[in-house]
């Protein structure tokens, strides 16, 4: 029986497994400053838009009209990801965003922001498919799940230090320094893609030409099973189970009685409990479909429970399991869709996923608010909750019964004698 002393030793070799790679410490030190820099941003287009309009559907119309192109265009982005060299199309998508941001430090027109908005979503049809497949170059493929958890980590801090440092800037210096520092931010990235070593970047295939466009990844994806099931469940889960950004707002001033500190608190005790899901994943390294539907059961189950909190603290105490959770199994997705599947076809199938976020996310938002305002808060999250239950383990019994018929399959296979009928 090992000693625990080694066991421990285990876990942090296994968290910090990808920094021993220079390439991965650049780019985590890059999309940390990035990351910072571009919710800064948010929280001072917000800001703006709110300022100006006095309207919150403006301001969900700027988050729609980043969120439309990655649905228009995401298919295309990534068959383009799984064709073209990553790291010449990372520097331009950082540089075309560095001007948005310049533009918007120069004029705040209601045109320009919508304009920048779309521009944007139309940079993360292209850049989103290709930052995924280029993460899974950055380190060997056995470190791929930790790195992912490291990145949801940085993520998580970057978002953290981000809203704060620009909530305290936004107030003294106005919104245009907040566009500033992500414009700067963006060349910080760009110089660390510069710095890189391109002969220590894990060489993936590259598709045949006939296996290179949108169709091929659709028929790829088509003959996926498992795949299929993940994503749907991800595209459940994430409708209906992660927008706690409408939930909490909504149940802190409604039913738990509290004040916009109770908000705060909330948000809070959300981020924390991210980080600390990206760090328990990155430590034990298990990204696998077990770990993935636990872990959807688990926060499904505890989103229902939320509805049932008496007050700010339980609802509190509620969210911190429920954000740990909702990192470990995202990034748990996002892990098993790159080792599942083939490598030359990872563009694409990254596309996919955005493309389910997106969607998500556009569905998930007016629908989970639709439901506070008709069934109230506590209505919602126990509804939501029964129901991404019960996909959760509709998508268990799904993945038990194609694995079970894999292996029988494979079993008769290697059964039959060669030349027998089928």
Same mark, same amino acid.
Request: hydrophobic share 55%; with cysteine.
């Given at each position: 029986?090992?000693?625990?002393?080694?066991?421990?030793?285990?876990?942090?070799?296994?968290?910090?497994?990808?920094?021993?790679?220079?390439?991965?410490?650049?780019?985590?030190?890059?999309?940390?400053?990035?990351?910072?820099?571009?919710?800064?941003?948010?929280?001072?287009?917000?800001?703006?838009?709110?300022?100006?309009?006095?309207?919150?559907?403006?301001?969900?119309?700027?988050?729609?009209?980043?969120?439309?192109?990655?649905?228009?265009?995401?298919?295309?982005?990534?068959?383009?990801?799984?064709?073209?060299?990553?790291?010449?199309?990372?520097?331009?998508?950082?540089?075309?965003?560095?001007?948005?941001?310049?533009?918007? @430090?120069?004029?705040?027109?209601?045109?320009?922001?919508?304009?920048?908005?779309?521009?944007?979503?139309?940079?993360?049809?292209?850049?989103?498919?290709?930052?995924?497949?280029?993460?899974?170059?950055?380190?060997?493929?056995?470190?791929?799940?930790?790195?992912?958890?490291?990145?949801?980590?940085?993520?998580?801090?970057?978002?953290?230090?981000?809203?704060?440092?620009?909530?305290?800037?936004?107030?003294?210096?106005?919104?245009?320094?907040?566009?500033?520092?992500?414009?700067?931010?963006?060349?910080?990235?760009?110089?660390?893609?510069?710095?890189?070593?391109?002969?220590?970047?894990?060489?993936?295939?590259?598709?045949?030409?006939?296996?290179?466009?949108?169709?091929?990844?659709?028929?790829?994806?088509?003959?996926?099973?498992?795949?299929? @099931?993940?994503?749907?469940?991800?595209?459940?889960?994430?409708?209906?189970?992660?927008?706690?950004?409408?939930?909490?707002?909504?149940?802190?001033?409604?039913?738990?009685?509290?004040?916009?500190?109770?908000?705060?608190?909330?948000?809070?005790?959300?981020?924390?409990?991210?980080?600390?899901?990206?760090?328990?994943?990155?430590?034990?390294?298990?990204?696998?479909?077990? @770990?993935?539907?636990?872990?959807?059961?688990?926060?499904?189950?505890?989103?229902?429970?939320?509805?049932?909190?008496?007050?700010?603290?339980?609802?509190?105490?509620?969210?911190?399991?429920?954000?740990?959770?909702?990192?470990?199994?995202?990034?748990?997705?996002?892990?098993?869709?790159?080792?599942?599947?083939?490598?030359?076809?990872?563009?694409?199938?990254?596309?996919?996923?955005?493309?389910?976020?997106?969607?998500?996310?556009?569905?998930?938002?007016?629908?989970?608010?639709?439901?506070?305002?008709?069934?109230?808060?506590?209505?919602?999250?126990?509804?939501?909750?029964?129901?991404?239950?019960?996909?959760?383990?509709?998508?268990?019994?799904?993945?038990?019964?194609?694995?079970?018929?894999?292996?029988?399959?494979?079993?008769?296979?290697?059964?039959?004698?060669?030349?027998?009928?089928?």
């Amino acid at each position: 029986m090992p000693r625990r002393g080694a066991l421990r030793l285990g876990v942090y070799e296994s968290m910090f497994l990808p920094l021993r790679e220079r390439n991965y410490r650049l780019w985590a030190v890059a999309d940390l400053v990035s990351t910072g820099g571009t919710w800064m941003q948010v929280l001072g287009l917000n800001w703006l838009v709110l300022a100006q309009t006095g309207s919150a559907a403006r301001m969900g119309i700027v988050v729609m009209l980043q969120s439309l192109p990655v649905l228009v265009l995401g298919s295309w982005g990534g068959a383009l990801a799984d064709r073209l060299p990553a790291r010449p199309m990372l520097i331009a998508c950082q540089a075309l965003r560095a001007l948005l941001a310049l533009a918007l @430090v120069l004029h705040t027109g209601h045109i320009l922001i919508f304009a920048t908005a779309l521009a944007s979503g139309v940079i993360s049809a292209f850049e989103g498919p290709v930052l995924g497949r280029f993460g899974s170059a950055l380190v060997p493929r056995e470190a791929l799940g930790s790195a992912l958890a490291l990145g949801s980590v940085l993520s998580s801090a970057g978002r953290i230090g981000g809203m704060a440092l620009g909530g305290v800037l936004v107030g003294v210096t106005g919104p245009a320094v907040l566009f500033l520092i992500n414009a700067l931010s963006y060349l910080g990235v760009i110089g660390a893609l510069t710095a890189m070593r391109p002969g220590d970047l894990r060489i993936l295939p590259r598709p045949a030409a006939a296996d290179g466009g949108v169709r091929a990844g659709l028929r790829y994806l088509a003959g996926s099973p498992v795949v299929l @099931v993940v994503l749907a469940l991800s595209f459940v889960l994430g409708s209906l189970g992660r927008n706690y950004q409408v939930t909490m707002a909504a149940m802190a001033a409604g039913p738990l009685h509290g004040s916009s500190g109770s908000y705060g608190l909330l948000s809070t005790v959300f981020a924390v409990g991210a980080v600390a899901g990206g760090l328990l994943l990155a430590g034990s390294g298990r990204s696998t479909l077990r @770990v993935l539907l636990a872990t959807g059961v688990a926060i499904s189950v505890l989103q229902f429970c939320s509805g049932l909190a008496p007050d700010v603290f339980g609802f509190a105490g509620m969210l911190l399991p429920i954000a740990a959770g909702a990192v470990v199994f995202d990034t748990v997705v996002s892990t098993r869709i790159q080792l599942d599947t083939r490598e030359d076809m990872r563009g694409r199938v990254l596309a996919t996923v955005g493309i389910v976020s997106s969607l998500s996310g556009i569905a998930g938002a007016p629908t989970v608010g639709w439901l506070c305002d008709t069934i109230g808060p506590r209505g919602a999250l126990l509804l939501a909750g029964v129901v991404t239950t019960v996909t959760a383990l509709a998508a268990t019994a799904a993945l038990a019964w194609f694995r079970g018929y894999r292996l029988a399959l494979v079993r008769r296979l290697t059964l039959r004698p060669a030349g027998m009928p089928g």
